[in-house]
């Protein structure tokens, strides 16, 4: 009999699970990213966000990237073509994106408001999401 390691366990389970939930987790928060930059108001002009005001993309143009970018997401685990070239494309993309938006907010402020550790979470997500989907 073969006894499983913890770290055994952990390490398939990083490997080897399937990313549904993952990719579900990011395509919601892109829609809420969406929802929020398609809200009325300023949303770009808190502190947090000041490197995002800085890029000169306005708030709605914002709100359609996070829109198609959710869409994407939602197309992709419909269709479960995971490893397809667009798909691997766009889950590098989307790994970009966080990470730009996130790093944007963590040098917009100091000291760093806690509540942007689950945007670097997704950041992180979003990456090993690219890096699985490049093999089958």
């Known amino acids: 009999m073969i006894v499983e390691t913890d770290m055994g366990k952990c390490m398939k389970l990083v490997l080897y699970a399937d990313l549904h939930a993952t990719r579900f987790i990011l395509a919601l928060a892109e829609l809420v990213w969406a929802t929020s930059l398609f809200w009325p108001g300023d949303t770009f002009d808190r502190p947090t966000y000041t490197a ?18 959710a869409v994407t997401q939602l197309y992709i685990l ?32 100091y000291p760093p408001p806690a509540a942007i550790g689950g945007e670097l979470a997704l950041c992180v997500a979003a990456t090993w999401v690219w890096i699985r989907s490049g093999f089958q």
């Open 52 to 69: 995002l005001r800085h890029t000169q993309i306005s708030e709605e143009v914002w709100a359609c990237i996070w829109l198609f970018s």
């Open 78 to 109: 419909y269709t479960g073509k995971y490893h397809t070239q667009p798909a691997v494309i766009f889950a590098g993309a989307n790994s970009i994106l966080w990470w730009f938006v996130t790093i944007g907010m963590y040098l917009s402020v």
